[in-house]
Structure formats: C-alpha cells, structure tokens
C-alpha cells in the first residue's frame, strides 16, 4: 500500500499576512477577514498612536485615508463602532479600523494624521453625536446650524422634531412642529381597478369590464 503523506497547508493569504503583521501594534485588538476585506479593532485609548503607526510604517504605508463613518448600535453600553477605511496607494492593500464608543466619551481626533478626516470627523458628529477629541473644527456639515439632534441615530424619529419653512410675510425661515396630513387610502388587491372610487350605480359597470379583462 502506497505510503500516505499528508497534504501541505495551503499558505496564508496576503490579507491574513497583512494582519499577522498589523496585531502586534500595540492598540490592537486581533483582526478578522470580512467580506474579503482586513478588519481590526482598535483600542479608542490608542486609536491616534495605532494611525499614525499604519501610516508611517514602510510594512503598512497607509497614505491615505479614504473614509470614515459611524455606525449605531443602540442596544449596547457604548452604542457606536467608528470605522476607518485606508488605502496603501504604494503597496496595493486597504485596511478597516474599528474604534467603539458612546456618546460621553470623544474619540481622539485624527486630522493631524490625515487632514482630510476634518470633513469626516465633522459629519460623524452632525449625523451621529460622536464626538472627536482634539478636532478644532467640530461644527455641523450637513444639517442646519439650529438642528437639533442627530439624524442618523437608530433612536431619532423619522419624522424629525421640527420642519423649516420659508415665511413669506416675515420674510424669514421658520421652525414649526411636524404637521404630516395624510389621506386615508384603501385598496382591494383583487380588484383590476384597485384605487378607482365607485359611485351608485357603478359596481354593474365595473364587474362587467372587470370580466372582460379576465376573459
């Protein structure tokens, strides 16, 4: 009987190469492929110190940083994971960065790393309530100056608290509560002529033509 070897194991992939090699940054906490994609958790404590690392290390040479967004998780104590999306332009890998917080506790700003996340950073805050420690530019970007809270939160009603006119006679915006009217509709899904409003009279008609339909 033939001797039975056994089977190589096949090599680690580059992404799980790059992860190997990202783990040992003090700050992180491991790293899982996703969707054909390298995630770590960051510590929020750490998060500048592990940036500045993957940026300006030569075995990770992240340029550049090419997103960042929220994240709400209402159920848990610290409801929101922020996420970095970087790009190695040199060395052709991306990288995601997961930070978790909540809404007392700031994330340390990282617009000294790559300047740009001033736009990003600003957009967490207007949409989520994140806040970044050490951002000197932490103003709305995409709602209005008097919004009040946050309209990307999984709590916030879609409705809103106010809506924004423009007054003619004060010849000014006005706020005022949500007035939605709404009419009442009712369909009949069996019916070919669903949302067609029937008088006296009309239902012989109706049958007819709906029996000619079928026909």
């Known amino acids: 009987m033939a001797d039975e070897t056994p089977s190589e194991a096949a090599p680690p992939s580059a992404l799980e190469v790059l992860g190997q090699t990202v783990t040992p940054i ?19 404590e750490s998060l500048l110190e592990v940036m500045i690392t993957l940026r300006d290390d030569p075995r990770f040479a992240f340029e550049q940083m090419m997103d960042l967004c929220g994240v709400d998780w209402p159920d ?32 340390p700003s990282v617009h000294t790393v790559w300047p740009v ?28 100056y008097g919004f009040e809270g946050h309209p990307l939160r999984k709590d916030f009603p879609l409705t809103g608290y106010v809506e924004v006119r423009y007054d003619e006679d004060r010849k000014a ?7 939605l009217t709404q009419d009442f509709r009712s369909f009949d899904f069996l019916s070919p002529w669903e949302a067609v409003t029937t008088l006296p009279g009309d239902e012989k008609v109706f049958t007819e033509r709906a029996e000619q339909a079928k026909g």
């Open 26 to 44: 003090p700050g992180i906490v491991g790293y899982r492929i996703e969707g054909g994609e390298l995630v770590v958790h960051v510590e929020r």
């Open 76 to 107: 848990r104590a610290e409801r929101f994971d922020v996420v970095y999306n970087l790009l190695s332009v040199s060395l052709n890998h991306r990288l995601r960065v997961i930070a978790v917080t909540s809404a007392d506790k700031p994330v």
């Open 117 to 144: 996340a001033t736009w990003w950073e600003r957009e967490a805050w207007d949409l989520f309530g994140i806040v970044f420690s050490g951002q000197p530019d932490l103003r709305r970007i995409l709602t209005d």
């Open 173 to 179: 915006v006005i706020y005022e509560p949500v007035k």
